[in-house]
């Protein structure tokens, strides 16, 4: 297919359900979305393709007109120092916020882009921007609000990586009430500030300020060696026709798995159809339109992980990733590989005996030596009826800003938060889109298209962030292959999980 036909078909996919469906104000707010209709698991604005992109298309610089700081008038804060705690590289080599501070110019695009935002804020309000990087963030933000020591104005965390205890034991201050933040404007992701909060309240959100909510977005590659020695067809136009489903997939898994070594078992010698592991069978069930939690008309957490399509899901996601015949758990390969990402999926994707690998978006970068070409596409939907895609965001590896709430001038902390979220969009973002994903790392113009959709179809999921009575076990033990159905589970946990829940609201009730 020619790039500028598949241009034209993404654009209808993604921004004409937007113009249908969004009540958004001019600055791309959302209405909350309530409970899901019943329309084959999909929310009421499951397409709204703007939170990202602003339109669905890019998010370069060039797209839309650079506004003037909106209602924030430039003034000195007198040398104020602005304080940020994030995630450190010995927390994690993956994970860790490259995005939050840089020292110094060194010609890569990230930390140019990161360089040049902290600067201009500096200088338009006369602050000083630091970081300390943390092993661990929440225990830090934990000491620190305990002591009554106004010690950071921004703690850049996970959601389910402290954020979610940090909530209930009201060491964060609900970003609706922070002088100055404006969580309507585009630079903030309104997928999540729709799907994060509780009760209208939110205390972690995802924004342009950070890119690792980007690189959590959980996304499928494709080995185009392998689709193309075994005659699988376009992929990219199975997805712009809304024919990528899962029997398509699954059908694809089959064709593409070989026991090379001859032992009559799937294991790390052979070709394999999916790369994998136990908690992306969760992500199968988001691609899916389901969802574990979603907010009722009251917009308060309601369990919606058991019903008859999410049943049928689930033993499907078995077939896919849990019976082990066409799928390669990592999670299992501990014992022979000291990381068995690095060491071992990455590599065997590279090598071309992956047909799929289910991953991050950070996989992207990591990829970047491998020799052939692959491609990116969206998890599939359930069936053709399922009318939009939907891709995950990993809730403990993505990056969620939060206000710690022993901050005394929350003035002065709202002020600098929104103008470096505001600035991100205009020189972190490009940088992380345009120059990274989509030239530096995509390797074909189709592969640019899809990122525009996958980023534009983000899903967030309460019971991902808080685990209420592990509301995701059953799942993750189905994507495992291990005996347990969705039925039983639901059976025996449902009154456990829904205890878990109004404990943590009346616990969110008394925070002030």
């Known amino acids: 297919m020619k790039l500028k036909k598949l241009i034209l078909l993404l654009l209808a996919a993604v921004i004409i359900p937007a113009l249908i469906s969004c009540g958004g104000n001019e600055d791309g707010g959302q209405e909350p979305t309530t409970a899901a209709e019943d329309n084959g698991g999909d929310a009421e604005t499951a397409q709204d393709g703007e939170d990202f992109a602003g339109d669905g298309e890019r998010a370069a610089s060039d797209v839309e007109p650079r506004p003037d700081y909106p209602e924030l008038s430039v003034q000195d804060l007198g040398g104020y120092t602005f304080r940020i705690v994030s995630r450190s590289e010995q927390a994690n080599s993956h994970w860790w916020n490259i995005d939050i501070w840089a020292e110094e110019e060194n010609g890569d695009p990230i930390n140019d882009a990161v360089f040049a935002r902290n600067s201009a804020v500096e200088e338009k309000y006369n602050v000083t921007i630091t970081n300390f990087h943390a092993d661990d963030v929440a225990g830090r933000v934990r000491t620190s609000v305990r002591a009554g020591s106004d010690d950071y104005d921004l703690a850049v965390i996970g959601l389910n990586g402290g954020q979610e205890t940090l909530t209930q034991d009201g060491m964060l201050l609900d970003l609706n009430t922070v002088s100055h933040v404006d969580l309507s404007k585009r630079w903030w992701d309104q997928r999540a500030v729709e799907q994060l909060s509780i009760g209208g309240r939110l205390f972690a959100t995802s924004s342009d300020l950070t890119i690792r909510d980007k690189d959590a977005i959980i996304i499928l590659m494709f080995s185009k060696t392998l689709a193309q020695d075994y005659d699988l067809g376009d992929l990219y136009e199975l997805v712009l026709s809304g024919k990528w489903t899962f029997d398509v997939m699954l059908d694809m898994m089959k064709t593409a798995t070989a026991d090379i070594n ?128 939907h891709i995950s965001v990993d809730s403990w590896c993505t990056s969620a800003v939060s206000v710690p709430s022993s901050v005394s001038n929350t003035e002065a902390s709202g002020l600098v938060l929104e103008a470096l979220t505001y600035e991100s969009r205009y020189t972190l973002l490009p940088a992380y889109y345009d120059i990274n994903l989509k030239t530096k790392f995509a390797r074909d113009e189709e592969s640019k298209a899809m990122i525009d959709l996958i980023l534009a179809n983000r899903l967030y999921d309460l019971g991902d962030v808080y685990r209420w009575s592990n509301i995701l076990s059953a799942l993750e033990d189905i994507g495992a292959g291990r005996a347990t159905t969705l039925t039983t589970f ?21 925070i002030e």
């Not at 389901?290 to 399509?309: G, M, V």
């Not at 590989?337 to 950070?362: C, I, K, S, T």
């Open 262 to 389: 001859g032992d009559g078992v799937v294991n790390d010698e052979d070709q394999i159809g999916l790369l994998t592991q136990t908690k992306h069978s969760c992500y199968l069930f988001h691609a899916a339109g389901e969802s574990s939690i979603r907010l009722n008309s009251d917009l308060l957490p309601e369990i919606t992980i058991y019903n008859d399509r999410a049943v049928e899901v689930s033993e499907f996601i078995r077939e896919m990733q849990g019976t082990k015949n066409y799928a390669i758990n990592a999670d299992e390969w501990g014992s022979k590989y000291a990381d068995v990402w690095d060491g071992f999926q990455v590599p065997m994707f590279a090598e071309d005996r992956a047909l799929f690998y289910h991953a991050g978006m950070n996989r992207v970068t990591l990829l970047r030596t491998m020799e052939t070409d692959f491609g990116i596409i969206p998890p599939p939907k359930f069936n053709e009826i399922q009318e939009n895609y």
């Open 490 to 510: 639901f059976e025996r946990s449902a009154d456990r999980i829904q205890t878990a829940i109004d404990r943590t609201l009346e616990r969110l009730d008394t």
